[in-house]
């Protein structure tokens, strides 16, 4: 359920320990301060996934009952939350987009007779859904602002470990250019950054906040992305953080000077890009490369010369081996696919890209699944008429760029990202329609909302 190619250093126990005893007393205490089961079901939730991938070396191994204990772990998560969770209905809103991605993969395991990788690939999904529905039942609870705010608690972890990596020399190199990626003793950047992206979202959809508290942690959450140095995150948080600088200009200043603010932010955001291209300029020119050659740049992988090979550290190769494996396969499995998970074995690396891998796993009909999700859940944010949908709609446009280069869905850390930034949405975009019958205005983001 975790396997990634390249593993990084864990922590030496004397700094990971303790580190983790303090992480305890965290979630000790913030589970004690929360109000309501679904809240400290989330929090706990996401503390544990982040603490068993700082032990990665142990918990990725195989425990006595063959599964890792990673895989365990969200198993558990699964469990818990389904005792956790308020009843809802069948054709809730937040479950609908999840049918038809679920039955594809059923029925593509069962076609391809990949029982057990389906099985692994339905609990991640499952595992989503669970974070959704309790992050819906969480703001329930507890408000908007406060429950983000305890959600916020264990990506504190994640700055925590990589303080700690660059104290004390724990580095990665990342991909094939020899750059130093401090990932905090996790496993992989991807995840490690995915996971610090999470915190970043949570940070952005939070509204009653001061403005010097939330930049100095967007700033801090933006140089630990920088410092994971995972290309892709680093571009697709790029939405995300515009729409965090131009909202916050919009409503901090009076009517008369927004627009001149507006630009000025404009204007940073853009200075503040080049420089972030000038100074890791070699590792950014293959964006331009890619765009410059557009969809010539997928062939036959035969016909890859070494140059090729090196562009955006290989992906282009990674998925004309994909696209031209799904060619080659039966008409049945251009339909269904080759069954999930079906890479593993014969190619050397994941996909690196969300719609490429369910198009060899789960074929034509995985593909249109997996755009109903995300076109689903767009469109919810986009019709959620309160203060949060600018934010929304601007997370759903990072994570939809984070999946073209890599896979959070793939990831735990991926489902618990979408699961908060889905879990916001879905109750946003229920609170928007229970407005005000005699002043017909929008509510507010926080409004309660019951499925």
Known sequence: MDSLVANGRALPYYASIPATLLALA????????????ATRFVIFAIWLRFILSAFHPITFSASPAGLSYNALGSIFICGLGAWVLKPRGVFDVG??????????????GFVNHSVSPMVDMLVKYIYMAVIILAVIDAITETGWDKAL???????????AFQALSVVLGVVKASETDGSASYIGGFNHEAAFSVALAGGLFVLALRQRMSGLAKTALVGMFCLSILLANYRTAIVAIAPLLGGIALIGAWRGVIRAQRMVVIGLATVLIGIGGVAIGSTQQE?????????????SIIKPPREFDIDDRHVMSGRPLIWSQYIYGYRDSSPIQHVIGSGPNAWNGVFVVYAHNTLVSALYELGILGVLATLFFWIWMFALAAMAKTRARPILLCGHLSFFLLNMATMPLWQIEGMILYGILCGC???AYVSARKYDATKRRPISASTPYTA
Do not use: C, N
């Open 26 to 37: 965290m979630l000790f205490v913030a589970l004690r301060s929360s109000q309501g089961r």
């Open 95 to 108: 479950l609908v987009p999840f049918y038809p991605i679920l039955l594809v993969i059923a029925i593509s």
């Open 149 to 159: 705010g305890k959600m916020f608690l264990p990506f504190l972890i994640l700055v």
């Open 283 to 295: 590792r950014f020119a293959d964006i331009a490369t890619v765009i410059e050659r557009g969809t």
């Open 425 to 427: 949405t879905v109750h």
